[in-house]
């Protein structure tokens, strides 16, 4: 049975997800901070774009190609959709509305991964 990358792909992205929901914490918790700026991290696109991944050689003629996995994930100011007096750039409406979309690709990772569990073990007869 060949390697299944989906589990270790949702759980990459999962470890994402947990950076970005603890930075939307920060935004959020700072929110009547003086100076502070709002932050967000990089997609998860980028993350997995710099990512590099073995290719899999099953035969001695196919080409292979060696890279280091990356974890690290950057984070960016973000762009805010005001400024208070106080100089602050945090949105509450904007935190909670990345926070949503935490949530909700959280749930649809968790959801394709029950899936393909499901498939596997039925595939298995079980």
Known sequence: ???????????????WLSVRQSTISENIANVDTPGFAS???????????????????????HISETGS???QVRVDDSEAWQVTVSDNSVSLEQELIKA?????????????????????KSSLGR
Do not use: C, I, W
Not at 1 to 15: D, G, I, K, T
Not at 39 to 50: A, S, W
């Open 1 to 15: 049975m060949e390697p299944v990358y989906l589990f270790s792909l949702a759980s990459r992205q999962n470890s």
């Open 39 to 61: 932050k967000d991290v990089e997609p998860f696109k980028d993350v997995l774009d710099k990512t590099s991944m073995q290719m899999a050689a099953t035969q001695s003629g």
């Open 100 to 120: 949503g979309e935490v949530t909700r690709q959280h749930s649809l990772n968790t959801q394709l991964v029950g899936s393909f569990y499901s498939m596997m």
């Open 69 to 71: 996995n990356s974890r």
